[in-house]
């Protein structure tokens, strides 16, 4: 338990800009109108590519034996391809209701 009140201590900063950043978060989804939303977090979706470049970078430079940090990046890699996969499903359908019916 003293180990994690030193940690939390020793990163104050990054707790208070993690909280900050989650009011900061729900003010702006709040503010955005229901029409904009759908096509918004498609599109927001579709950046965790970023997220999933990420975890492959960090699991090339994980020790091989290191287990818990290969399971945790491959869930990050997979979790990410879904939603990214997701994202893009949603604007396809979304963009599917726009076309001209025959």
């Known amino acids: 338990m003293e180990t994690i009140w ?8 990054i707790f208070y800009f993690v ?8 003010e702006v ?3 955005v109108p229901t029409v904009l939303h759908t096509p918004l977090m498609s599109g927001a979706n579709a950046i965790h590519g970023v ?3 990420g975890a492959i970078y ?3 430079n994980v ?7 290969l399971a945790l ?9 879904l939603n990214v ?11 599917e209701m726009f076309k001209k019916k025959k």
Request: glycine share 14%; aromatic share 12%; charged share 10%.
């Open 19 to 26: 909280i900050l950043a989650v009011f900061v978060g729900v």
């Open 58 to 60: 960090v699991m090339l």
């Open 51 to 53: 997220v999933i470049v």
């Open 63 to 69: 020790d091989p034996t290191n287990y818990l940090s």
């Open 85 to 95: 996969v997701g994202g893009f499903a949603v604007t396809d359908r979304m963009l």
């Open 73 to 81: 990046g491959f869930l990050a890699v997979f979790l990410g391809t």
């Open 6 to 13: 030193q940690f939390i201590i020793e990163n104050k900063e």
């Open 29 to 31: 989804i709040g503010g």
